[in-house]
Antibody, heavy 117, light 105 residues
Framework: EVQLQESGPGLVKPSQSLSLTCSVTGYSITSSYRWNWIRKFPGNKLEWMGYINSAGSTNYNPSLKSRISITRDTSKNQFFLQVNSVTTEDTATYYC??????????WGQGTLVTVSS | IQMTQSPSLLSASVGDRVTLSCKAGQNINNYLAWYQQKLGEAPKLLIYNANSLQTGIPSRFSGSGSGTDYTLTISSLQPEDVATYFCQQYNSWWTFGGGTKLELK
Protein backbone atom coordinates (compact mmCIF):
# COMPACT_ATOMS: atom_id res chain seq x y z
CA GLU A 1 0.00 0.00 0.00
CA VAL A 2 1.24 3.47 -0.88
CA GLN A 3 1.80 5.61 2.19
CA LEU A 4 2.96 9.22 2.41
CA GLN A 5 4.16 11.15 5.46
CA GLU A 6 4.96 14.83 5.68
CA SER A 7 7.59 16.26 8.00
CA GLY A 8 9.12 19.64 8.69
CA PRO A 9 9.07 22.62 11.04
CA GLY A 10 5.72 23.70 12.37
CA LEU A 11 6.70 27.35 12.75
CA VAL A 12 8.37 29.61 10.21
CA LYS A 13 9.11 33.32 10.48
CA PRO A 14 7.79 35.76 7.88
CA SER A 15 10.16 36.37 4.92
CA GLN A 16 11.94 33.06 5.54
CA SER A 17 11.64 29.84 3.55
CA LEU A 18 9.36 26.93 4.36
CA SER A 19 10.80 23.48 3.70
CA LEU A 20 8.87 20.22 3.95
CA THR A 21 9.66 16.59 3.22
CA CYS A 22 7.30 13.87 2.00
CA SER A 23 8.49 10.32 2.65
CA VAL A 24 6.86 7.68 0.46
CA THR A 25 6.66 3.97 1.30
CA GLY A 26 5.13 1.10 -0.62
CA TYR A 27 5.87 2.58 -4.05
CA SER A 28 8.86 4.04 -5.85
CA ILE A 29 8.46 7.70 -6.81
CA THR A 30 10.38 6.92 -10.01
CA SER A 31 7.88 4.26 -11.15
CA SER A 32 4.83 6.31 -12.02
CA TYR A 33 2.34 8.85 -10.64
CA ARG A 34 2.88 12.53 -10.08
CA TRP A 35 3.87 13.58 -6.58
CA ASN A 36 2.09 16.65 -5.32
CA TRP A 37 1.90 19.26 -2.64
CA ILE A 38 -1.53 20.57 -1.64
CA ARG A 39 -2.34 22.95 1.18
CA LYS A 40 -5.47 23.62 3.20
CA PHE A 41 -5.96 27.06 4.63
CA PRO A 42 -7.84 27.90 7.81
CA GLY A 43 -11.48 27.92 6.69
CA ASN A 44 -11.03 24.76 4.58
CA LYS A 45 -9.95 26.13 1.20
CA LEU A 46 -7.70 23.63 -0.59
CA GLU A 47 -5.02 24.76 -3.06
CA TRP A 48 -2.99 22.57 -5.40
CA MET A 49 0.60 23.81 -5.32
CA GLY A 50 2.52 21.64 -7.77
CA TYR A 51 4.04 18.27 -8.53
CA ILE A 52 7.15 16.41 -9.54
CA ASN A 53 6.60 13.45 -11.83
CA SER A 54 8.33 10.08 -11.96
CA ALA A 55 10.87 11.42 -14.47
CA GLY A 56 11.71 14.41 -12.30
CA SER A 57 9.86 17.10 -14.25
CA THR A 58 7.86 19.66 -12.32
CA ASN A 59 4.63 21.61 -12.79
CA TYR A 60 3.59 24.47 -10.53
CA ASN A 61 0.45 26.42 -9.82
CA PRO A 62 0.94 29.67 -11.79
CA SER A 63 -0.09 31.68 -8.72
CA LEU A 64 2.87 30.24 -6.79
CA LYS A 65 5.38 29.52 -9.54
CA SER A 66 7.78 32.32 -8.61
CA ARG A 67 8.02 31.22 -4.98
CA ILE A 68 8.00 27.44 -4.88
CA SER A 69 10.28 24.58 -5.79
CA ILE A 70 9.63 20.84 -5.67
CA THR A 71 12.62 18.50 -5.73
CA ARG A 72 13.30 14.88 -4.86
CA ASP A 73 15.82 12.39 -3.51
CA THR A 74 15.21 9.11 -5.29
CA SER A 75 17.66 7.23 -3.07
CA LYS A 76 15.46 7.99 -0.06
CA ASN A 77 12.15 7.86 -1.97
CA GLN A 78 11.36 11.37 -0.78
CA PHE A 79 10.24 14.59 -2.39
CA PHE A 80 10.43 18.10 -1.02
CA LEU A 81 8.66 21.44 -1.03
CA GLN A 82 10.29 24.82 -0.61
CA VAL A 83 8.27 28.02 -0.42
CA ASN A 84 10.26 31.24 -0.37
CA SER A 85 9.45 34.60 1.19
CA VAL A 86 6.57 33.30 3.27
CA THR A 87 3.93 35.54 4.81
CA THR A 88 1.16 34.85 7.31
CA GLU A 89 -1.02 33.95 4.33
CA ASP A 90 1.08 30.80 3.87
CA THR A 91 -0.16 29.46 7.21
CA ALA A 92 -1.87 26.20 6.32
CA THR A 93 -1.88 22.44 6.67
CA TYR A 94 0.38 21.05 3.97
CA TYR A 95 -0.33 17.66 2.40
CA CYS A 96 1.61 15.53 -0.01
CA UNK A 97 -0.40 13.33 -2.33
CA UNK A 98 -0.04 11.09 -5.37
CA UNK A 99 -1.84 11.97 -8.58
CA UNK A 100 -3.05 9.37 -11.06
CA UNK A 101 -5.41 10.18 -13.87
CA UNK A 102 -6.57 13.49 -12.49
CA UNK A 103 -7.40 12.48 -8.97
CA UNK A 104 -5.37 12.26 -5.77
CA UNK A 105 -5.51 8.63 -4.70
CA UNK A 106 -3.14 8.69 -1.73
CA TRP A 107 -2.55 11.46 0.79
CA GLY A 108 -0.35 12.04 3.79
CA GLN A 109 -1.81 13.01 7.15
CA GLY A 110 -0.80 16.63 6.68
CA THR A 111 1.46 18.91 8.68
CA LEU A 112 0.44 22.29 10.05
CA VAL A 113 2.81 25.15 9.27
CA THR A 114 2.28 28.46 11.02
CA VAL A 115 3.98 31.59 9.76
CA SER A 116 4.52 33.95 12.65
CA SER A 117 7.22 36.08 14.17
CA ILE B 1 -12.02 26.73 -12.65
CA GLN B 2 -14.04 27.75 -9.59
CA MET B 3 -15.85 24.98 -7.73
CA THR B 4 -18.78 25.80 -5.45
CA GLN B 5 -20.20 23.28 -3.00
CA SER B 6 -23.57 23.46 -1.28
CA PRO B 7 -24.66 23.42 1.38
CA SER B 8 -21.63 24.29 3.49
CA LEU B 9 -23.20 22.51 6.48
CA LEU B 10 -25.67 19.63 6.35
CA SER B 11 -27.39 17.93 9.29
CA ALA B 12 -28.99 14.55 8.71
CA SER B 13 -30.12 11.48 10.61
CA VAL B 14 -28.78 7.94 10.47
CA GLY B 15 -30.46 6.13 7.59
CA ASP B 16 -31.22 9.33 5.63
CA ARG B 17 -30.47 9.67 1.93
CA VAL B 18 -28.04 12.57 1.69
CA THR B 19 -27.21 14.63 -1.38
CA LEU B 20 -24.23 16.98 -1.65
CA SER B 21 -23.84 19.35 -4.58
CA CYS B 22 -20.84 20.67 -6.46
CA LYS B 23 -21.05 23.26 -9.25
CA ALA B 24 -18.23 24.11 -11.62
CA GLY B 25 -17.68 27.50 -13.19
CA GLN B 26 -17.59 25.87 -16.63
CA ASN B 27 -18.12 22.48 -18.22
CA ILE B 28 -15.62 20.04 -16.68
CA ASN B 29 -16.55 17.03 -18.83
CA ASN B 30 -17.07 14.68 -15.87
CA TYR B 31 -13.49 15.24 -14.72
CA LEU B 32 -14.56 15.34 -11.10
CA ALA B 33 -13.52 13.57 -7.90
CA TRP B 34 -15.00 13.48 -4.42
CA TYR B 35 -13.10 13.14 -1.16
CA GLN B 36 -14.06 12.50 2.45
CA GLN B 37 -12.02 14.02 5.25
CA LYS B 38 -12.61 13.11 8.87
CA LEU B 39 -11.24 15.28 11.65
CA GLY B 40 -7.49 14.85 11.99
CA GLU B 41 -7.24 12.42 9.09
CA ALA B 42 -5.99 12.56 5.52
CA PRO B 43 -8.55 13.08 2.76
CA LYS B 44 -9.83 9.83 1.27
CA LEU B 45 -10.75 9.43 -2.40
CA LEU B 46 -14.36 8.26 -2.80
CA ILE B 47 -15.30 8.87 -6.44
CA TYR B 48 -13.41 9.73 -9.64
CA ASN B 49 -14.55 10.47 -13.18
CA ALA B 50 -17.76 11.78 -11.57
CA ASN B 51 -19.30 8.35 -10.99
CA SER B 52 -16.57 5.69 -10.56
CA LEU B 53 -16.36 4.27 -7.05
CA GLN B 54 -12.84 3.96 -5.69
CA THR B 55 -11.84 0.46 -4.60
CA GLY B 56 -12.84 -0.29 -1.02
CA ILE B 57 -15.42 2.48 -0.72
CA PRO B 58 -18.89 1.32 0.45
CA SER B 59 -21.54 1.10 -2.25
CA ARG B 60 -23.81 3.53 -0.36
CA PHE B 61 -21.65 6.28 -1.87
CA SER B 62 -22.38 7.23 -5.47
CA GLY B 63 -21.61 10.11 -7.79
CA SER B 64 -23.55 11.57 -10.68
CA GLY B 65 -23.83 14.65 -12.86
CA SER B 66 -22.55 16.18 -16.04
CA GLY B 67 -21.49 19.50 -17.50
CA THR B 68 -21.22 21.92 -14.60
CA ASP B 69 -23.40 20.20 -11.96
CA TYR B 70 -22.41 17.17 -9.93
CA THR B 71 -23.78 15.29 -6.93
CA LEU B 72 -22.46 12.95 -4.27
CA THR B 73 -25.17 10.77 -2.74
CA ILE B 74 -25.03 8.68 0.39
CA SER B 75 -27.95 6.28 0.14
CA SER B 76 -28.25 5.52 3.86
CA LEU B 77 -26.24 7.72 6.20
CA GLN B 78 -24.10 5.91 8.75
CA PRO B 79 -22.50 7.44 11.89
CA GLU B 80 -19.03 6.91 10.42
CA ASP B 81 -19.93 9.14 7.47
CA VAL B 82 -19.67 12.28 9.63
CA ALA B 83 -16.94 14.22 7.83
CA THR B 84 -16.26 17.09 5.46
CA TYR B 85 -16.66 16.28 1.77
CA PHE B 86 -14.73 18.02 -1.02
CA CYS B 87 -15.14 17.97 -4.76
CA GLN B 88 -12.19 18.52 -7.13
CA GLN B 89 -12.05 19.12 -10.87
CA TYR B 90 -9.26 18.07 -13.18
CA ASN B 91 -10.52 19.34 -16.53
CA SER B 92 -8.11 22.27 -16.31
CA TRP B 93 -5.39 22.18 -13.70
CA TRP B 94 -6.70 21.03 -10.30
CA THR B 95 -9.08 23.00 -8.08
CA PHE B 96 -11.25 22.11 -5.11
CA GLY B 97 -14.60 23.12 -3.74
CA GLY B 98 -14.93 24.71 -0.33
CA GLY B 99 -16.36 21.59 1.28
CA THR B 100 -19.63 20.42 2.85
CA LYS B 101 -19.52 19.52 6.52
CA LEU B 102 -21.89 16.63 7.24
CA GLU B 103 -23.07 16.16 10.79
CA LEU B 104 -25.63 13.98 12.54
CA LYS B 105 -28.91 15.54 13.53
Amino acid sequence: EVQLQESGPGLVKPSQSLSLTCSVTGYSITSSYRWNWIRKFPGNKLEWMGYINSAGSTNYNPSLKSRISITRDTSKNQFFLQVNSVTTEDTATYYCASLTGGWFAYWGQGTLVTVSS
Amino acid sequence: IQMTQSPSLLSASVGDRVTLSCKAGQNINNYLAWYQQKLGEAPKLLIYNANSLQTGIPSRFSGSGSGTDYTLTISSLQPEDVATYFCQQYNSWWTFGGGTKLELK
